[in-house]
């Protein structure tokens, strides 16, 4: 993906250095949050495992001069430009309604208005708060782990977590948090539906920067892999040798990586009414 090496965002707050947070009980942390929204409150983008240690900035923002490898550094500028080139699609495909949401990078834990977040969790968006969270050990682990390379693998998933503050502003996320549970559950449940969509909407701004020639050879096929890396049905079998859909929260390899290159083909937001359509 062709970026601007010199971008910092002022929409991510970098926590990096602020020491590790109160670990509590782990994923626990924010079992509060779900009791009242559901596992899907937080729109929990992969559960998996790590840590990365990093530094902020008095105010937040990204600045220079910040500890961590000479790769680290260049993988949190990484993430701010593709947060701020998100939004600013957004900007234009909502005009007047998009509000920019904030990135909040962190090591190991950090408190969030949803509860204490952790890295095992993966990335996730907290609609209390508005922010994304992720620790960069995720990228690591999609690589190593889950055979999903490239940069725009890595810029794909802050296109779907964004994706979730779309659907929040837009009132998607609550309509689906105020449905009956047994409706939210499941291979067919309104959660997949959601995370689908998520991944749609991924592709709306990806049809957008290949519009502005960001995308280079092998870019499609880097987001593609890493929505099919972390399907329900892939990482079920990795895990557990077995598929069980019922309890599926995101959905299979194959709808994610179909929903993604949807958004991508058409680069419309209609496109992505995955709750009008049979799960694919």
Request: glycine share 12%; aromatic share 10%.
């Amino acid at each position: 993906m062709r970026w601007d090496r010199d971008h910092f965002s002022n929409n991510v707050e970098d926590r990096r250095g602020q020491g590790p947070a109160r670990a509590g009980m782990g994923v626990f942390g924010l079992l509060p949050y779900f009791a009242r929204f559901g596992w899907k409150g937080i729109a929990v983008f992969a559960v998996l495992a790590g840590a990365v240690s990093f530094v902020g900035t008095q105010d937040g923002s990204q600045r220079e001069g910040t500890v961590g490898s000479a790769e680290e550094q260049e993988m949190a500028r990484f993430v701010g430009f593709v947060l701020d080139d998100v939004q600013a699609t957004w900007q234009r495909v909502m005009p007047g309604r998009y509000r920019d949401a904030k990135l909040v990078l962190f090591r190991g834990a950090t408190q969030s208005a949803c509860g204490l977040g952790q890295s095992q969790m993966g990335p996730f968006y907290c609609p209390a708060d508005q922010k994304v969270y992720i620790d960069l050990v995720f990228y690591r682990d999609l690589h190593e782990r889950f055979g999903a390379p490239g940069d725009f693998a890595q810029a794909y998933v802050i296109g779907h977590e964004i994706g979730h503050h779309v659907q929040h502003l837009l009132g998607t996320t609550g309509k689906v948090h105020k449905a009956p549970e047994y409706l939210q559950k499941g291979a067919e449940g309104l959660s997949v539906k959601l995370e689908l969509q998520a991944d749609c909407y991924a592709g709306v701004w990806a049809h957008d920067a290949q519009k502005r020639n960001l995308l280079e050879a092998g870019d499609v096929d880097e987001a593609l892999a890493a929505a099919a890396a972390i399907g329900d049905d892939r990482l079920q079998k990795q895990s557990q040798g077995h598929v069980t859909p019922e309890t599926w929260s995101h959905g299979s390899a194959a709808q994610r990586a179909f929903w993604f290159k949807r958004g991508l083909e058409a680069g419309k937001p209609a496109v992505c009414d995955t709750f009008a359509e049979a799960a694919r």
